[in-house]
């Protein structure tokens, strides 16, 4: 399976074609029998991860069975086109999933080889929650901190917010220097690990999601900074 994701940034005449894009971007996706998964998301502020949502960012994820079919997408769909007509810098990176556990829109989305669960180098991740109306507050006073802890864990390179809606719709992208990086700031950073035992405590999500993922390709800048992966 190839898991794509790719985040563009849009002129600021041209947002308003970005919110047109979220709608009417969904009918060829739909229609596209080759994509077996897809989300058109909005990001948070400088496509970080942040509560604030950003009009200028904004993201498509999508799954397919080769490199081949992703290939054609990319080159060809009115959807990508969209993205590189309105927008002034796009980044892509293709991902190759290993481990998957949850659901996003009621759908395990990522595919992954049961016997490969592990790879060596660099690491990227997607979390992924639904959160519950009456939890929304206690959320967002709390997950600030775990993101201000991620930026300067250590084997951390980036990451950026995403999500179908600003507030009860989350999804973190983050990229990490190797398997171990990821398990360190998950289970021995303090906030990320005391906004988990909240999570699991106060029942915060409806719904929830944590794949990791080997890295394929990349290409293109993210606020303006060229990411070597």
Known sequence: ???ALTITKFRGLTVPFAFIGMAVLRVPLWLNNKCD???LMGSGKDARVDLS???KHWAVLTTWDNRND???FQHNSVVMKWFKIFGIESFTILLNPLTSHGLWSKQQPFKFDQTNKSASGKIAVITRAA???NRLKEFRQ?????ADAMRIAPGFILSAGMGENPFFDQATFSIWENAESVKNYAYKTF???DVIKLTRAREWYKEELFARFSIIDSWGTLNGVSIEL
């Open 70 to 72: 992703y290939d054609h």
């Open 142 to 146: 709390n997950i600030k901190r775990a």
């Open 53 to 55: 949502p950003d009009y």
């Open 37 to 39: 998964f897809w989300k």
């Open 1 to 3: 399976m190839i898991v």
């Open 191 to 193: 906030d990320h690990a």
């Open 131 to 133: 959160i519950k109306f």
